[in-house]
């Protein structure tokens, strides 16, 4: 030191470099430390104050051989230790034994990832990395802490092969992300186990879980579907417009609802399920998930249409027997909705003619006998009574037709509704004509 530099005074200066010997962290007076103004540069300044003042986190400098030369007063004594029992000791000493391998392999590539070129140099501001592991304390206590690795920096700011540890704990997030993690597969294995199809969907109907009920009916993995909108994947293209409308409904808080549709498999069959749906609400009240709870119940629907066309064809079989017309009609407007094959052949008109026309049935009865035919009808249709009519039909070659109609008003329908069964009695009323004349 020349005669003209001014001393300068500082308490604690901490220094990178192994061989400088670490002053106790109740330093004091006692250990100031004379340096030249020209000796202190930014960095080591801030070295100085990222190690001197009291920090939540544990702040270790590491020598390129993982030998820690520096820790911050505050973090040491967080583990239980004073600074002077950490320094000299290889980090991995804090590293719970089983996280030791991986920690070793981690710095090991970071120190390569830093050791460049002086042409190529990289700064500490732009390289670091992080990794989540366990540290081991003095009493034997195991936290779980984030550390994020920096290269240091020499005096002319580039980066050295020893690097800076910043520690902090995180053993009470990791204690909650556990719970969630065991709560989510307690609620997975519930799901797993349940014979429903349980399938999960975000606000824009991407699926976030799928079960195992669901993997089983449609052969596709949840990581196939995982992210996918269900109705790009799942749904009959003529089905999904009706979907996505039931869906809007959910998103717009008009839920449960009940929905059935069809489900395309992986292998192209088509699987028919009743689904009951609901929504989980965000903290703003806005939908947030959408849950079906879906039933396959294509072979229920099969043996249903089965049945249906059976008993269609049952019923069928029975009009065709019946010798007469089967009918069923409007009660206010008498316009018939069905008729039965047998009313061509009696009268000879097309069955479009019968339900086509809406007045058909007044056209065609006999001009003597519509206008209290028609009366008759009402009027027992609006007491609610079945009745039975005689009366007279103009068959379409001109000839006179006689019928006996046995009417019912069905109960309950709506609009009302009456059924009949015209049945043709010409040849009985014409003995009972041929018997009269003869008398």
Request: aromatic share 8%; net charge negative.
């Amino acid at each position: 030191m020349t005669p003209d530099q001014k001393p300068s005074w500082r308490q604690y200066f901490l220094s990178s470099t192994p061989s400088r010997e670490l002053p106790p962290a109740n330093i004091g007076a006692k250990y100031q430390v004379f340096l030249p103004d020209s000796y202190r540069t930014n960095v080591e300044l801030q070295q100085h104050h990222r190690l001197s003042e009291p920090h939540p986190s544990i702040q270790l400098d590491l020598d390129s051989s993982g030998t820690i030369t520096a820790v911050n007063p505050s973090g040491a004594a967080y583990l239980g230790y004073s600074a002077q029992e950490l320094i000299g000791r290889p980090v991995l000493h804090l590293v719970y034994p089983d996280d030791q391998v991986n920690l070793r392999i981690k710095l090991t590539e970071f120190l390569q990832s830093v050791t460049t070129p002086e042409a190529d140099v990289k700064t500490a501001i732009t390289i670091s990395r992080n990794w989540e592991l366990r540290q081991v304390c003095k009493d034997g206590r195991v936290i779980w802490v984030k550390a994020v690795a920096q290269p240091t920096t020499n005096r002319n700011g580039h980066t050295t092969t020893a690097i800076q540890l910043e520690c902090e704990d995180i053993t009470e997030w990791k204690q909650v992300e556990a719970g969630f993690q065991q709560e989510s597969s307690f609620l997975a294995a519930i799901l797993d186990t349940v014979a429903n199809l349980i399938i999960v969907l975000d606000a824009q109907g991407r699926i976030v879980r799928f079960n195992r009920a669901c993997e089983q009916t449609t052969g596709y993995t949840f990581a196939e579907v995982k992210g996918v909108p269900f109705w790009d994947i799942l749904l009959l293209p003529e089905e999904v417009a009706g979907v996505k409308a039931g869906f809007s409904q959910l998103r717009a808080g008009l839920f449960p609802n009940e929905y059935e549709n069809h489900w395309v498999t992986k292998a192209g069959v088509s699987r028919f399920i009743a689904w009951s749906n609901t929504a989980i609400l965000g903290q703003e009240g806005k939908v947030e998930y959408i849950i079906g709870t879906g039933l396959d119940v294509t072979e229920r629907r099969q043996t249903e249409l089965a049945l249906q066309r059976s008993q269609q064809q049952q019923y069928q079989h029975l009009v065709e027997s019946v010798e007469g017309i089967v009918w069923e009609a409007d009660a206010e407007t008498l316009q018939f909705s069905f008729v039965s094959p047998k009313a061509e052949r009696i009268l000879g008109y097309p069955l479009a003619d019968w339900l086509d026309d809406a007045e058909f049935w007044l056209k065609h009865l006999h001009p003597d006998d519509r206008a209290w035919v028609v009366a008759s009808c009402r009027q027992e249709t609006q007491a609610r009574r079945n009745h039975t009519l005689e009366y007279r039909m103009i068959a379409q070659d001109g000839t006179v037709a006689w019928f006996r109609d046995m009417i019912t008003v069905v109960p309950d329908s709506e609009p009302l509704q009456l059924r009949g069964v015209m049945l043709d009695i010409t040849e009985r009323r014409q003995a009972e004509i041929a018997l009269q004349m003869s008398e």
